[in-house]
């Protein structure tokens, strides 16, 4: 005997479950490669934060692979995303393009630079901000 109420009975569940693993699956590559250049990360780097080649990174990236949960978990932490989101239950919070991921991940090497580096990669850039300023300015 069924003790469930209807709504909630799991033979009424499994096709939208498995529609939702359909889905889940079919743009599971493409989001994240998506994900990944959207943080500045190469394959290579991506799989040495979640522990895994770069090679097992390119698999996963094709729409036919999806990773088992433990490494959905790293990968997700890696690119500080939820699992929601990368599995596409829920769209992504942060629209950071893959243009301006390169620059951040380029200005975190500036910073970890000595002072006198810093400073000079600093004077070099508002120079030629100024410069372009100048020049747009006329």
């Known amino acids: 005997?069924?003790?469930l109420p209807g709504p909630t009975r799991p033979s009424r569940l499994l096709p939208?479950?498995?529609a939702m693993k359909v889905r889940t699956m079919e743009s599971f590559g493409g989001r994240l490669a998506q994900i990944r250049q959207r943080r500045g990360?190469?394959?290579e780097e991506l799989g040495k934060a979640v522990g895994v080649t770069q090679r097992v990174i390119a698999y996963y990236e094709r729409d036919d692979a999806q990773p088992p949960g433990a490494v959905l978990v790293h990968l997700a932490q890696a690119l500080r995303v939820s699992t929601d989101e990368l599995l596409g239950v829920r769209p992504m919070?942060?629209?950071t393009s893959p243009k301006t991921a390169r620059l951040l991940k380029r200005l975190k090497r500036v910073e970890a630079l000595p002072a006198a580096d810093r400073r000079a990669v600093l004077k070099l850039a508002d120079a030629l901000l100024e410069t372009?300023?100048?020049a747009g300015s006329r």
């Open 132 to 134: 372009r300023r100048r």
């Open 16 to 18: 939208v479950i498995a």
């Open 1 to 3: 005997m069924d003790t």
């Open 93 to 95: 919070k942060d629209g």
């Open 41 to 43: 990360l190469t394959q």
